[in-house]
């Protein structure tokens, strides 16, 4: 059987500190062994929660709750929960450029930015009834939230009741833009 041709070889951490953007969690530094520049209109298709500046270049994209910055060759990551889940996602991010590298032929290259829906539009499709039961202040914070990954739609109650059926069906379009899970909304699941 043949090899796989392994594209990034390495991700080495060479700096870790507090996370400036949420207490108690990390903010690691990595250099990539090989440069990814190529990879990246192609990790810009297929992730759908990433997106690319050509002309930095970098491109950004999360895992849940946790941020990515990717250069050529080096990256950021931020919310990283310890340094094994910081590990954990740099190996899991190390599949995901070889696994993208290694269907190349197969991918159409993105090079264009993604339009990602502004806060301002996914708070208009909320109950916006400053509940709080989603643990924040406001649907507007929430809205603001969510739309960098830090939220997740189910923790809005309201709008997953009979009342919000229309808003609820446009706001998990939204969310699918933005590249979050829906699976669980479409299968019934909340
Ligand atoms: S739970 Fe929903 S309706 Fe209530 S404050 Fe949060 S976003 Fe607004």
């Known amino acids: 059987m043949e090899a796989l041709t392994i594209y990034l070889r390495k991700i080495n951490i060479y700096h870790t500190s507090p996370c400036f953007a949420e207490a108690g969690k990390i903010r690691?530094?990595?250099?990539?062994s090989d440069d990814i520049s190529e990879i990246m209109p192609?990790?810009?298709?297929v992730v759908k929660n990433a997106n690319y500046n050509e002309h930095a270049p970098n491109l950004t994209?999360?895992?849940?709750?946790?941020?990515?910055t990717l250069e050529p060759e080096?990256?950021?990551l931020i919310k990283a929960l310890n340094?094994?889940?910081?590990?954990?996602?740099?190996?899991?991010l190390k599949d995901l450029i070889n696994e993208t590298a290694e269907r190349k032929?197969?991918?159409?290259p993105l090079y264009a930015s993604k339009k990602r829906p502004h806060p301002l539009q996914l708070y208009t499709w909320l109950p916006r009834i400053n509940c709080k039961q989603c643990g924040e202040k406001s649907c507007l914070a929430f809205a603001a939230l969510l739309s960098v990954g830090q939220q997740s739609l189910d923790?809005?109650?309201p709008l997953f009741t009979d009342d919000y059926q229309e808003q609820k069906t446009v706001m998990i379009d939204l969310v699918d833009a933005l590249g979050h899970d829906i699976s669980n909304y479409i299968d019934g699941g909340v």
């Open 105 to 108: 032929t197969e991918i159409e």
């Open 28 to 32: 690691v530094k990595a250099r990539l």
């Open 61 to 68: 994209m999360f895992k849940e709750f946790r941020m990515i």
């Open 74 to 76: 080096n990256l950021i």
């Open 83 to 92: 340094d094994t889940d910081a590990r954990q996602v740099l190996d899991w």
């Open 155 to 157: 923790r809005c109650l």
């Open 42 to 45: 192609y990790l810009n298709r």
